[in-house]
C-alpha cells in the first residue's frame, strides 16, 4: 500500500537457534528426482504406509455427528480416553497408571516430546540425548535454551548408551534425559536391565528420564519391546512417550500420551492448557476404539514389518551388504559402502538408483557411515529398491 512502509520482522532468538530441519531437505531433494518422471522408491521417511484399520475409521465416523464433540472438549481431554491407555498398558506390559495423574494426552508423541524441555529446562540447563538420535529431541531442547550433551550410541553396546561413560560433572548437572527403545534409527531394543540401570542413574543424579516409546508395538523375533514404566521406580523419576502413530497406523490423526510421574504430567498438562483445547472429540473416541478394540491389527502389523524385514535382508546378502538385523522399529540401520560418507552414499543412490534413504549423519554425529532405511512399501518395492543399489557394484 502506498506510504506504508514496510516492517522489518526480526525472528526472536529462539527461531534463529532452531536446528536445521533434516527431512525436509530429504523431501526435496526426492521430490526433485520424481519431477524428472524418475521412480522414486522413498525409503528414507518414517510415515506408515498403511491404513488406518476399518474399526478405528469407522468408530470416527459414528462419533463425528455427536453435538457434544462439536464443542470445545475439556482442555487435559476425555477421561475416557486416558482410561484407554491406561487399560493398555495395563494389558500389554502389567502397568497400574492413574488416568486422572499419570496420563497426559498429547498432539501426537512429538508434541510432548517438545514441550517437556520447555516444562523442564531452562536456559543453559544440560539434558542429555542420544547420538544417533531423533532430531526432534533437539527442537525441543534448543526451544528451552537448553545445552545437549550426547550420548553416543555404537554397535559395540548394542546401540545403548553406556552411563558410566557420561562425565559425573555433566550427569550431576544435567536435569533431562532422552531415551528411546525400540530405537529411531538404530532399531535396537532394550532389556529390562538397562532400564534398571537408567532408572539407577537418573535417581543417582537427580536427572528426569523421557522414554520415547513410539515404535512399542513393533519387535520382532518373537519378543516384545519392553516398556521403560514396567521397571521398579520408573515413575519415580520420569514419564514414558506413546503414540497410536505407529501402533494403528493413525499418524496423520495426531493421538499421542505422556504417561507417568505425575508432577511431570502436571507440568505437561498446565503447558497445553496454554497452546491448545485438547484433540477433537471424534478423534478421541476412535482413540479410544483403537485402545479398547481388537488387537490383532496389531500383532498382525508386527508381523508384516518382520516379513518386510526378512525379504529386505534376503536382498541385501545377494548383493553383498551385510547388517545386523533390527529387533524393533520398522527401521533399519545399514553401513556404507568403504569410500563413502552417508550423505555422499544416499545422494548416489538416490541419483543412480532412484531410491531415498536417509543419511545416518543427520541423526547426529555418531551416526556417520550409515544410513536408515524404513521397512515402509511393500517386500517387491523393498527388494527391488536393493537390487537397483546392487547395481551399482559397490559391495562387491
Not at 32 to 58: C, F, M, S
Not at 70 to 88: C, D, E, I, M, T
Not at 108 to 128: A, F, V, W, Y
Not at 140 to 160: H, I, R
Request: net charge negative; charged share 20%.
Amino acid at each position: 500500500m502506498d506510504g506504508i512502509k514496510t516492517v522489518q520482522i526480526n525472528p526472536a532468538d529462539r527461531m534463529t537457534g532452531l536446528p536445521a530441519q533434516f527431512f525436509a531437505g530429504l523431501v526435496r531433494k526426492a521430490n526433485a528426482q520424481a519431477a524428472k518422471g524418475r521412480d522414486v522408491i522413498n525409503l528414507g521417511q518414517g510415515n506408515p504406509d498403511q491404513p488406518t484399520p476399518p474399526h478405528i475409521v469407522a468408530a470416527l465416523q459414528d462419533a463425528a455427528p455427536n453435538p457434544m464433540y462439536h464443542r470445545y472438549p475439556p482442555f487435559s481431554g476425555y477421561p475416557f480416553l486416558k482410561q484407554a491407555v491406561a487399560q493398555r498398558y495395563k494389558e500389554d506390559y502389567g502397568v497400574d497408571l492413574d488416568p486422572e495423574k499419570e496420563v497426559a494426552i498429547l498432539f501426537g508423541g512429538k508434541t510432548g516430546l517438545i514441550e517437556i524441555s520447555q516444562c523442564l529446562l531452562n536456559p543453559g540447563d544440560i539434558c542429555l540425548v542420544p547420538d544417533p538420535g531423533y532430531p526432534d529431541y533437539w527442537s525441543g531442547v534448543a526451544l528451552a535454551g537448553g545445552k545437549m550433551e550426547y550420548m553416543p550410541l555404537t554397535s559395540d553396546n548394542a546401540f545403548l548408551p553406556d552411563y558410566s561413560a557420561v562425565s559425573p560433572a555433566i550427569a550431576d548437572k544435567a536435569k533431562l534425559m532422552f531415551i528411546n527403545y525400540p530405537n529411531n534409527p538404530t532399531g535396537a531394543t532394550a532389556d529390562p536391565e538397562f532400564y534398571k540401570q537408567t532408572v539407577e542413574f537418573a535417581a543417582k543424579h537427580g536427572i528426569v528420564v523421557a522414554s520415547d516409546f513410539a515404535y512399542g508395538a513393533i519387535g520382532f523375533d518373537g519378543k516384545q519391546p519392553v516398556s521403560f514404566l514396567q521397571t521398579p521406580g520408573a515413575k519415580e523419576v520420569g514419564v514414558e512417550f506413546y503414540t497410536l502413530s505407529k501402533t494403528y497406523n493413525m499418524a496423520g490423526w495426531r493421538v499421542g500420551f505422556a504417561l507417568g510421574n505425575t508432577e511431570i504430567i502436571s507440568l505437561i498438562n498446565l503447558i497445553q492448557d496454554h497452546y491448545y483445547c485438547s484433540l477433537f472429540g471424534g478423534i478421541q473416541a476412535a482413540a479410544a476404539a483403537a485402545l479398547t478394540g481388537p488387537q490383532q491389527c496389531v500383532t498382525d502389523l508386527a508381523a508384516a514389518y518382520e516379513s518386510r524385514r526378512n525379504a529386505l535382508f534376503g536382498a541385501m546378502d545377494e548383493i553383498g551388504w551385510k547388517a545386523a538385523k533390527p529387533s524393533g522399529s520398522f527401521f533399519c540401520w545399514l553401513p556404507v559402502p568403504k569410500g563413502y560418507t552417508s550423505s555422499s552414499f544416499s545422494d548416489l543412490v538416490l541419483e543412480k538408483a532412484d531410491v531415498v534413504l536417509a543419511p545416518g549423519v543427520g541423526f547426529g554425529t555418531h551416526g556417520e557411515n550409515y544410513v536408515r532405511l524404513g521397512l515402509l512399501a511393500s517386500e517387491e518395492r523393498l527388494q527391488e529398491a536393493i537390487h537397483r543399489i546392487g547395481k551399482l557394484g559397490l559391495f562387491e
